[in-house]
């Protein structure tokens, strides 16, 4: 039998406490699979103001209240709380009430990148006390990639993390944790240890938090192989793909899995009834239902396309602006939104509503229930991603018998394959350039298989047929862990 690890999981969001996106759901699913897998995983995480915590039995641990933590000129008091996910994985609350108990997770207060580096330098002196030594500590996007750099210079001669590995996953490289080189004492660096900041960026004036981790981390992976090879370039890299290719072979993808658990028509908390590949007419009883609740005028057999998603500039809504008006103009659709963001495509969408009486509706805001609903309820699912590293919906979409619509980018093309009519193959609508015309091509192209029932059939059941579940996933990761710890 092989050797159970210790492995520290940093993250800034970690679902069902918070989430603002598939970071969430990813720390919370890798965490609860490594748990049962039989590894001594710890989950690390801000104890934002919003964390039900009787939900998750925090209590306090015991030597570990009224720490006090400098960075520079800053100080701060935490303490830490010790809970389960459900499952029984053992998650850890960094408590500092002064960072964490904001309007919101993310913030773009002046200390931003404070509540995070403070975060980071919590969880690490917390494994300290708890005498908890990973062999393999994985941080998170911007908010936690100093871990490996801090390990080698506040930590360098601490016995416990002498073995430990790290590995930083980029779940969005759009997002670098950025702040002024004038802040550097921030870092609550030694002088000397700040010759290890990139000269360049300070030079510049900056100091770039996800720069450091792609430097200093032992791996670093993305959510996707086809991503991993996208962050390399100049299109993608988002300026940090020289250092990304600096590091060659230590940058690898692991695509997401899903949480079957949660997102699975067969048994989706959330619906009253529930489906599969052999009763389909139960997703057409939703759709009813839900045209119903929606308020939607067209009959039942006009198609019916979802989007739920953070509304950045990342997801391609501007795809949209163009192309859905068109299609809603020549063709029979309904089409159901719900996101927040940016409020130039909150606006579109309010517009296209006005417009559109009884054929769309725009729900602005986050909303669980109505994300599930609309998979089980749309026929067709809309993923016109500038970039996606990984993306989750259109994988939950394809289990829902949702067909999904996606640009050829990222994780979407790696888990989306065009559907071929003269093979039967293929699970979606796959386009390859980022305008307009191509979203508007995808949707009809779609909208024409809608009409062909026996391939529309063949469709859905390919896609449903599809299995991204984390027990699968989790594998990749243990794999990279112990190449990560033999060497
Ligand atoms: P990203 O992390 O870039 O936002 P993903 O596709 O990986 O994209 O994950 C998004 C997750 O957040 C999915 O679980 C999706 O259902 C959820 N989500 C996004 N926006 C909303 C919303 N407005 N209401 C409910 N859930 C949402
Ligand atoms: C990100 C990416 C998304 C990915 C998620 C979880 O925010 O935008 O593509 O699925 O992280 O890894």
Redesign the pocket.
């Known amino acids: 039998m092989q050797e159970k690890l210790a492995i520290c999981l940093l993250a800034s969001e970690v679902?069902p406490l918070s989430?603002?996106?598939?970071?969430?759901?990813?720390a919370g699913a890798l965490t609860r699979s490594l748990h049962r897998a039989g590894h001594d995983v710890r989950l690390f995480t801000p104890c934002y103001a919003t964390i039900d915590r009787a939900g998750i039995e925090a209590e306090p641990v015991e030597g570990l209240q009224g720490l006090s933590l400098a960075l520079g000129p800053n100080h701060y008091v935490f303490s830490v709380l010790h809970g389960r996910l459900p499952g029984g994985a053992p998650v850890h609350l960094i408590d500092c009430p002064e960072l964490y108990a904001r309007r919101a997770i993310y913030t773009s207060d002046p200390d931003e990148h404070l509540r995070f580096l403070a975060f980071t330098r919590a969880s690490l002196e917390a494994c300290r006390r708890l005498g908890f030594a990973p062999r393999v500590l994985h941080c998170n996007d911007w908010h936690t990639a100093f871990a490996p750099l801090f390990l080698r210079t506040v930590w360098a001669r601490e016995p416990l993390f002498r073995a430990t590995r790290t590995v930083l996953t980029i779940?969005?490289i759009g997002y670098q944790g950025i702040f002024a080189a004038e802040r550097v004492a921030d870092l609550g660096l030694a002088p000397a240890a700040r010759e290890l900041l990139h000269p360049g960026d300070l030079a510049g004036g900056r100091i770039n938090a996800l720069r450091h981790g792609i430097l200093y981390a032992d791996l670093i992976t993305t959510?996707s192989p086809t991503h991993a090879r996208e962050i390399c370039s100049a299109e993608y890299g988002m300026g940090l793909e020289d250092s990304l290719r600096a590091r060659g072979a230590a940058v690898s993808g692991i695509l997401?899995g899903v949480d079957y658990e949660k997102?699975d028509p067969r048994r989706d908390r959330y619906l009253p009834r529930h489906y599969d590949a052999g009763s389909l007419a139960v997703k057409g009883e939703l759709k009813r239902q839900f045209a119903a609740r929606e308020k939607l005028t067209t009959a039942p057999e006009v198609p019916l396309a979802g989007i739920?998603?953070?509304l950045?500039v990342?997801?391609g809504i501007e795809l949209m602006f163009e192309a859905l008006p068109k299609v809603l103009d020549e063709r029979p659709l309904a089409f159901v939104a719900?996101?927040?963001g940016e409020p130039r495509y909150e606006e579109f969408f309010s517009a296209l509503e006005r417009d559109f009486p009884g054929r769309v509706r725009f729900?602005s805001?986050?909303?669980?229930e109505?994300?599930h609903w609309i998979?089980a309820a749309s026929d067709l699912f809309l993923?016109p991603s500038r970039y996606?590293?990984?993306?989750?919906?259109?994988m939950?979409s394809l289990r829902y018998g949702t067909v999904p619509i996606v640009r050829r980018t990222g994780g979407l093309a790696d888990s989306v394959q065009h559907y071929e009519p003269a093979l039967g193959t293929g699970t979606g609508v796959v386009f390859d350039d980022f305008n307009p015309g191509a979203l508007e091509w995808a949707l009809n192209t779609a909208l024409d298989l809608y009409a062909q029932p026996a391939h529309w059939a063949r469709l859905l059941r390919n896609g449903m047929a599809q299995d991204f579940s984390w027990e699968r996933q989790v594998g990749e990761y243990v794999a990279l862990y112990r190449r990560l710890t033999a060497a």
Request: charged fraction near 20%; include cysteine; charge should be negative.
């Open positions: 679902e989430k603002t996106g598939g970071l969430a759901d990813v779940h969005n959510v997401n997102w739920v998603s953070r950045a990342q997801k719900l996101g927040n729900h805001g986050y909303d669980d109505l994300a998979e993923m996606e590293p990984c993306g989750l919906n259109q939950y």
